[in-house]
């Protein structure tokens, strides 16, 4: 976060003067500073094991801010002091002679450590200011600070949000030690361009690093740089967000490339960043998120540190902006379309990276969901489809195309081969032929010099966004292979009118089934246009998921959990599929 500390005043305002002063926000954030630090203070003397470097700096920072807080249990503590020094003990034991700090599988990492300088550096201005009971303080948190100073200097990274990171522990530094090395390293990696697309997201797509790195990091260095364009960058990402929440207090995590995207990410930790633009731009659509990344309580020990180093933070919010039903966006970047209206939020995706990269990786975009519903508390988390494909692995669309207003086309196409044998030219003796990856597996075969005979099979869903839910129509064309609908419904509700085949799973053949939570609900009717019968509860072999083999391969999976619902069949075939959510309580 940006950094406006005034060194005379906690909080830089004159509480009794200022009636724009959030008094209950600070105290909240305070109430969860001291849920950290107040064990720590209690236990001063106790010398801390087996902690990381970044949860070592993490409980500094708190403490500091805790002891400089009026509203802290923890204000003027000598307990929180002695706490703070032991930590920082620890902190300096395991910094190696580069000045980058062990631990973790990142080897003396440059961007790991940044993490770390950033929160001391944050400590640094707080005990700089606290006058003479924090001197020791300082003194070890800028011996820390200075001997990382080189390595973050002259480090690398390895991957996009790290640039900033790192960037943010430069600028954190020279905030405090000025030095006019450190801003010409700053903008050697700000030359590169800022990794933000033309929709408002990050290259990762990620909410959870946006959350935790490149929004905190951008805003840092558009204060300390005083580069408006940075922060201009951080509001045009949470503009973007606010159609990426669902109505469960979650952001969209299906399109990231990183580790969040399968997992459910909560709105709470972009609260500052939401709440500082809102306060700052006058934003009514941020006061709303900010209140709503607000609702369950504040639980970021971290928040307090915030408020003091920026007192933006602590003013009132302005009115939140109501929010206008249906709401619509479609990000083309990232093939991502949602549809939110009184009765239904529903996602549609078609951007994943696989089918490009052909392959599984870190940093890629892999999940094959391709559909979310939510109906109040009753949930649809995933709906996936599985072919039986030379095990080429789940549909994920290769295209995705806005073909009307609410109206989207998947499509994927996948093709295999068998191969015929080398033409005379490329023959050897020794038959020792180089390897090749062909797509599916690697062989010492010499594929690219063979004569292939192709097959292919297309799968194509169009997806018809409604007032109350989805209509898809599937069409699967190719040779005769099984093919299977799971949907994957998040825990706690009650099946009906499906057939039960073990371990949370159901079939559904004919009729139409329902998912109820509470008062709301999901319904779900399949309808076979072309194409054999659908498969019954007896074919086991058809009504599965199958990860495909980059999974099966190495013993792993990305199969969902919970109550699973079943359609099935053998195609070529085509049918349709309508969802319908039910609520007694509409969103507002």
Known sequence: ?????DHESDHG???EADHGFDHEFVRAAARAADRLAAPLAADCDEQPAGVTHRALARRVKTLVAAYRCPDSALHGSGRAVTAAMNHLRALRNVQTATGLFAGGDNVQSPPDSAFTV?????????AAGAGPQLRDVTA?????????TASLLTGGVHTPNHRWELCAALARLHRSFPDDRLLDRIEEWLAEGVDIDAEGLYSERSANYAAHVSNPSLLLLADVLDRADLQDAVERNLATTLDLIAPDGTVETVHS????QNHPFPLAPFLPYYRLLAIRTGRG???RAARLAGAGGIDDPGLLAETLLTPDLCRTLPEPEARTLPRDRYLTTARLATHTTATAHTV???GSDVPEHRRIRSGLACNPTFLRLFAGDAVLDAVRLSRGFFDLGPFRAADMQRVGERRYRLTQTLTAAYYQPLPPHWRQDDGAYRMADEGRFSAAMAFPDRPRDEVTHTTRVDVDLTQDGVDLRIDLSGPRVPWALELTFRPGGVTQGAVPIGDGRWCLTTGAMTYRVGDDEIRIEARVDSGEPLAGPESGDVLRYDPGQDYTVTGGTDATTG??????????????????????????
């Open 563 to 588: 109550n699973r619902l079943y359609i099935g069949g053998q195609g070529p075939q085509t049918l349709t599929v309508t969802l319908r959510a039910h609520r007694t309580t509409p969103t507002t």
């Open 13 to 15: 305002f004159d509480h």
């Open 118 to 126: 950033n929160d001391v550096c944050d400590a640094h201005v707080l």
């Open 140 to 148: 070890a948190l800028a011996q820390i600070a200075d001997a990382a």
């Open 285 to 287: 659509d941020f006061a």
């Open 348 to 350: 549609v995706y078609g």
């Open 1 to 5: 976060m940006p950094s406006e500390f």
């Open 257 to 260: 490339r990183r580790q969040d």
